[in-house]
């Protein structure tokens, strides 16, 4: 399905085709640091058909454990990550879902690096619920 998204102060605006099925959650500890919470929810777009429409990414290289090198996109402005990829000529682009408009129609599929998960973050319902901010 066709997808649009843009960072927080709309900076940076894309659009990419994507597969709804292949949406996951990514529980390790990168994310949790990058998304400054405890997880990240990401979904793949192929180079052709992955559009930037405004905007220029800053990218930080991230090294993980294993060696790899990542290109992690984020906007200059206000900081909204966008898309994580191989440096270089890139052929995926992992973008990230909170910032699609259709955020709401992609459900994640599935979960990886569950062993770095918080313990609290596999049972969000049993954590006290408010509609809006809470008052204090
Ligand atoms: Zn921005
Ligand atoms: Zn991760």
Redesign the pocket.
């Known amino acids: 399905m066709k997808i649009d998204g843009r ?6 605006t894309y659009e990419a085709e994507i597969d709804p099925g292949q949406v996951a959650i990514c529980l390790c500890t990168d994310c949790q640091t990058l998304t400054g919470s405890a997880f990240r929810t990401a979904v793949p777009a192929l180079r052709e058909g992955f559009v930037l429409c405004t ?1 220029q990414p800053k990218i930080y290289v991230k090294t993980a454990e294993s060696g790899a090198r990542r290109a992690q996109a984020f ?6 990550p966008i898309y994580s990829a191989a440096l270089g000529e890139a052929q995926t682009f992992m973008i990230r879902v909170g910032t699609a408009s259709q955020r709401a129609e992609l459900a994640p599929r599935a979960q990886i690096w569950c062993r770095s998960a918080l313990d609290w973050v596999m049972d969000l319902k049993l954590i006290s619920q408010t509609a809006r901010q809470q008052t204090p």
């Open positions: 960072c927080h102060c709309g900076y940076i905007g906007c200059p402005e206000c900081g909204t």
